[in-house]
T-cell receptor
Framework: AQSVTQLGSHVSVSEGALVLLRCNYSSSVPPYLFWYVQYPNQGLQLLLKYTSAATLVKGINGFEAEFKKSETSFHLTKPSAHMRDAAEYFCAVIQAHGGSNYKLTFGKGTLLTVNP | DTAVSQTPKYLVTQMGNDKSIKCEQNLGHDTMYWYKQDSKKFLKIMFSYNNKELIINETVPNRFSPKSPDKAHLNLHINSLELGDSAVYFC??????????????FGPGTRLTVL
């Protein structure tokens, strides 16, 4: 079964600093991986996804993630944090659920706080 | 226009009551989902429907009964509410459940508090 582990439940950075949110996956088959963001009191929004087309994936709001098979990682980065990036970030993997159905399995989330 | 909408946004009720949460999507998607997010922000799928047919049921207690009257709607009815049902419930939708990397679009959530 596929799963993801997010290292660090809380990451705090200063405005303008590099953002690095860590995600490692466990999968016996090539995975499809996602990063979603949840702003306070809102639903989740897709930041980016890895579908095996390219290992470096660019997403919205200046975020990107690199798929590294050798490290089983899919870490999310942004060169310069902005106050509006403060949110909960979820890494997720697609898992087959019988036949041709699939379900998203989420990591436990990482809360990003940005200090002025 | 709101893509995935849920009503109500907040729901406060007593233990033992029965309540429903409604979800509608105007994206023309075939597949809809219910997720539960607990107090620690852990998000887990509960149900998935494709073209009104149940395709995923994640060992949720049978007090929870989803109903999909048409492709655009997926409602969640909960009987005999318990304290442990307190959570935020998210509805989501996507195209073509058979395509594993399709984006899921989430509603704003319904915060259920059971007293």
């Amino acid at each position: 079964a596929q799963s993801v582990t997010q290292l660090g439940s809380h990451v705090s950075v200063s405005e303008g600093a590099l953002v690095l949110l860590r995600c490692n996956y466990s999968s016996s088959v090539p995975p499809y991986l996602f990063w979603y963001v949840q702003y306070p009191n809102q639903g989740l929004q897709l930041l980016l996804k890895y579908t095996s087309a390219a290992t470096l994936v660019k997403g919205i709001n200046g975020f990107e993630a690199e798929f590294k098979k050798s490290e089983t990682s899919f870490h999310l980065t942004k060169p310069s944090a902005h106050m509006r990036d403060a949110a909960e970030y979820f890494c997720a993997v697609i898992q087959a659920h019988g036949g041709s159905n699939y379900k998203l399995t989420f990591g436990k989330g990482t809360l990003l706080t940005v200090n002025p | 226009d709101t893509a995935v909408s849920q009503t109500p946004k907040y729901l406060v009720t007593q233990m033992g009551n029965d309540k429903s949460i409604k979800c509608e999507q105007n994206l023309g998607h075939d597949t809809m989902y219910w997720y539960k997010q607990d107090s620690k922000k852990f998000l887990k799928i509960m149900f998935s429907y494709n073209n009104k047919e149940l395709i995923i049921n994640e060992t949720v207690p049978n007090r929870f009964s989803p109903k999909s009257p048409d492709k655009a709607h997926l409602n969640l009815h909960i009987n005999s509410l318990e304290l442990g049902d307190s959570a935020v419930y998210f509805c989501a939708s996507s195209q073509e459940a058979e395509v594993p990397y399709n984006e899921q679009f989430f509603g704003p959530g319904t915060r259920l508090t059971v007293l």
